[in-house]
Each structure stands twice: as C-alpha cells, then as structure tokens.
C-alpha cells in the first residue's frame, strides 16, 4: 500500500511540526496493528511554500486597483492554503504581488452571499466557469495597470 501526502502550511515551523507528526502518528498506528514498521520518505525540498504578498507592493497596487476599478470590486483576500509556486520568489527576497481576479457572474456571486445560498465553486470544480469576455478584459486590464504602475506610468 502506498500513501501519498501534500502537506500546506503558512509557516515553515508549522511544517516541521507537521511532517514530524506524520512520521510519529504513521510508526504508531503500524506498531498498534502489529504491522511492519512503514517506509516513510519525505522530500523535505519538493513542495510549495506559502505565498506572502510584499506588504508595500501589496498596499501600493490594492491602492491602484481600488482606484482603476471602484473601492467596491477591490476585497483583502486573508490566507489561503492553495498549492502556488510563485511563493518561491519572495522567498527569494522578490517583492511579489498575488491577486485573485473575479471571473464569476455577479449574479452567481450575490446568490451566494445569501442566507443558504450555494457557495461558490473552487477554480478546480466541475462547476466553476467564468464569465469569458469580462473575466480577460479585466485580466488583461489589471496585470497591464498593475505593470504600468511599478513603472511609475
């Protein structure tokens, strides 16, 4: 029997606290069965680390948007636990900037903030689609902008 893991976490302490965990966990449910101790192998350097935005870049370019796009359609995204390797440029010492573009209805997304109201599928559902045209217009209009403004156009 084989067992695969992706383990996701904010902080690389938490990591370790993790991955020991599993090893302890795992040699003790074998040795409660009775059963050969397990083979764990664990690739300490393959995984995704979190993605931190940097804060000013972050300030700096929420700001633009707010004013390109309407304070209403610019929302602070808290922690998310997604699989993003672009987290290892600011690893790196890069500033980054990690933004989520609303490619839903809006009519779906009202349905969802109402009392009972379907949540809104994640971007690897079956039911996730995205508005095409307004979804690459704003796409196409907000990495532009966002790369004009760093420029300082």
Same mark, same amino acid.
């Given at each position: 029997?084989?067992?695969?893991?992706?383990?996701?976490?904010?902080? #690389?302490?938490?990591?370790?606290?993790?991955l020991?965990?599993?090893?302890?966990?795992?040699?003790?449910?074998?040795?409660g069965a009775?059963?050969?101790?397990?083979l764990?192998?664990?690739?300490? #350097?393959?995984f995704?680390?979190?993605?931190?935005?940097?804060?000013?870049?972050?300030?700096k370019?929420?700001?633009?948007?707010?004013?390109?796009?309407g304070? #209403?359609k610019?929302?602070?995204?808290?922690?998310?636990?997604g699989?993003?390797?672009f987290?290892r440029?600011?690893?790196?010492?890069v500033?980054?900037?990690?933004?989520?573009?609303?490619?839903?209805?809006?009519?779906?997304?009202?349905?969802?903030?109402?009392?009972?109201?379907t949540?809104?599928?994640?971007?690897?559902? #079956?039911?996730?689609?995205?508005v095409?045209?307004?979804?690459?217009?704003?796409?196409?209009?907000?990495?532009?902008?966002?790369?004009?403004?760093l420029?300082?156009?």
């Open positions: 029997m084989k067992l695969q893991l992706t383990v996701r976490t904010l902080k #690389d302490s938490v990591r370790k606290h993790v020991e965990a599993i090893v302890r966990i795992t040699k003790a449910a074998a040795q009775r059963a050969p101790e397990p764990i192998r664990i690739e300490h #350097d393959d995704t680390p979190a993605v931190f935005n940097d804060a000013t870049l972050a300030k370019t929420a700001a633009m948007f707010r004013e390109l796009l304070p #209403d610019v929302h602070e995204q808290g922690p998310v636990m699989g993003e390797d987290g440029y600011g690893r790196e010492g500033p980054i900037f990690f933004y989520f573009l609303g490619t839903v209805a809006p009519e779906r997304v009202a349905a969802s903030l109402k009392p009972n109201g949540p809104l599928p994640s971007l690897h559902s #079956d039911l996730y689609y995205p095409p045209t307004p979804s690459i217009r704003g796409g196409v209009l907000t990495m532009s902008a966002a790369v004009l403004n420029m300082g156009k």
